[in-house]
C-alpha cells in the first residue's frame, strides 16, 4: 500500500516569520569604524593596490580562456564598491605610504576580507529584521517596500556598463557640451578619453614590467603601488595631451583634501573619490587605483559641473535629455528603417490641446514601441535607506516613464488624436495596432532596479 501523499495534498505546518532567530553583529558604524582603523594604518595603499590588481586584471597569455574569467569568480571576491569603500576610508586621513613588508600587507588584506564580510552581513541582516516584523498575512512580501532591506542590492549590484561603454558614451553624451568644457574646464569630452587610455596602457605595462622583474628574492619587497602611480609627464609623453590639459583633468578629478570618517557613516553616504577618483601626491605626481572609477565619473560628472554654471545650466539641462533621446534613436536606427522611427512626437486632440509627448516612437507594420527617456540619478538619501527617498527615485525616473508610456500608447488606439513632428509635420498611424511595447530608458546608473 502506497502511503505517500498525492502531488499537491501534503500539509505542512506554517511557520511564524516573528519566530526567526537573528544572530547578533555590531553595528555598521562599528564595522566601518574598525575598518577605517585598518585603512588608515601606516603602508595600507600598498595592499589596497595588490586588491585592485587581484579584482579588477584578468591574467593570460596569448588569450584570454574562460578559465582565467572564471577566476574572478567566487564569492570571496570583492566588488569594485567594495574596493571604492576601502579607498575612501583610507583617505579619512592623509596617506602613509611607507612599505609595511609583506607580512603586514598580507595582513591588511585578510582583515579587510573579513571586515568587507561581516558588513555584508550587516547590511543582509535588514532582511531578517524586516521578514521578523513583517505581516504575517503577506507571508514577508511587504519587506521588499522596506528601503532599509534595499540598501543591501544597491550597494552590491554590479555596474551599469563596461569601461569602453562610458567611454564611447561619455563622448556623445557631452559633444553638445563640449565648447563649453573646453572654457570652463579646460579640457574635451574626447581628451578624457585620452587621458583614460593612458593611464590605462601605463598600468598595464608597468604590471608587466613588475612581474617581470619579481623573482623569489625580492617577493619580500614586493609592491605593485608603481604600476598605479603616474607623473604628470608619464600622462603627458604616453597621450600626447599639453600639459595644460593633463593638469586640468587631474584638477578636477581630484579631492582637495582627505575627508574625515564623520561625513561617511553609511556605505550609502556620497563617497567623494568615485567622483574624483584621483589622489594627488604632490604637484607632479598622482596615483588612480581604480581607472573605472575615472571613465565613470567622466559620463556622469560634467553635468553636476554644469549645472554650478547658472547662465549654462539650462542648456545643460535641456543637452542631457536630448542626448537620452538621440541615442535611443541611433541603437534603434541599427534595427529599424529610419522611416519607422520618429522623435519627439507630439499628441494633440482636434481642439489643439496638448495631450502627451513620446520621447521616440517606432511604427512597424501593426506594432508600436513607444520609448520615454530619463535621466534622474538614484540619490543620496535612497543609497541610505531613508524611507519614502527610494520610492520617490523610483517613481520619478522608472514609473514616470512607463505612466508615461502607457498613457502614450493608449493614445495612440485614439483615431481622435493628432500626432506630430516637432517640425508640425503630421504622422500617420496604423489603423489597427495589435502589440504596443513600452520601454523605459535611462540615462544614468540605477543600482539594485
Known sequence: MNNTPE?????????????????????EAEVLDRLEKTCTSVGYVHALSFLCWQYNFIGFDKEITPDAVQGMKGENRLLRSEIALLKRLMYSAEIDMTFPGSIKIQEYIDESHRLLQELHQVLSSAYLHS?????????????????????????????????????????????????????????????????????????????????????????????????????????????????????????AFSPSRPAPLETYRHVGSWNEL???????ISNDEFFLLQSYSFIESAYESPF?????????????????????????????????????????????????????????????ADRAIVLQ????????????????????????TVQAAYDQGFSCGECLMDKNLVFSKESGEKITIPAQIKEIFIICLIAEHFPGL
Not at 553638445?176 to 596602457?201: H, N, R
Not at 568615485?274 to 594627488?280: A, L, N, Q, V
Not at 527617456?373 to 520619478?396: H, T
Open 7 to 27: 502531488h499537491g495534498t501534503e500539509k505542512f505546518e506554517s511557520f511564524d516569520l516573528r519566530n526567526i532567530v537573528i544572530p547578533e553583529l555590531p553595528s
Open 131 to 251: 521578514l521578523k516584523n513583517s505581516n504575517p498575512e503577506l507571508y514577508g512580501n511587504d519587506i521588499f517596500t522596506d528601503p532599509s532591506v534595499l540598501r543591501e542590492p544597491i550597494f552590491y549590484s554590479s555596474e551599469s556598463a563596461y569601461d569602453f561603454q562610458y567611454k564611447e558614451f561619455s563622448v556623445l553624451r557631452h559633444a553638445a557640451d563640449a565648447k563649453w568644457m573646453i572654457e570652463k574646464m579646460g579640457f574635451s569630452p574626447f581628451e578624457l578619453t585620452q587621458f583614460y587610455d593612458g593611464v590605462c596602457a601605463l598600468t598595464v605595462f608597468r604590471l608587466q614590467e613588475i612581474k617581470r622583474s619579481t623573482n623569489l628574492e625580492s617577493i619580500d619587497t614586493l609592491t605593485l603601488l608603481p604600476a598605479f602611480m603616474f607623473l604628470k609627464y608619464d600622462i603627458i609623453s604616453q597621450t600626447g595631451l599639453k600639459e595644460d590639459t593633463v593638469e586640468n583633468i587631474i584638477t
Open 274 to 280: 568615485t567622483s574624483k577618483p584621483i589622489i594627488r
Open 304 to 364: 553636476y559641473w554644469m549645472i554650478n554654471d547658472k547662465a549654462y545650466r539650462n542648456v545643460a539641462a535641456e543637452n542631457r535629455g536630448c542626448f537620452t533621446e538621440s541615442f535611443a534613436e541611433l541603437r534603434l536606427e541599427n534595427i529599424f528603417e529610419k522611416n519607422r522611427i520618429f522623435k519627439n512626437i507630439y499628441i494633440h486632440n482636434k481642439s489643439g490641446d496638448s495631450i502627451g509627448e513620446i520621447d521616440v516612437l517606432v511604427l512597424y
Open 373 to 396: 527617456a530619463k535621466s534622474k540619478r538614484l540619490g543620496e538619501a535612497a543609497r541610505k535607506g531613508i524611507e519614502g527617498a527610494l520610492k520617490s527615485d523610483f517613481e520619478k
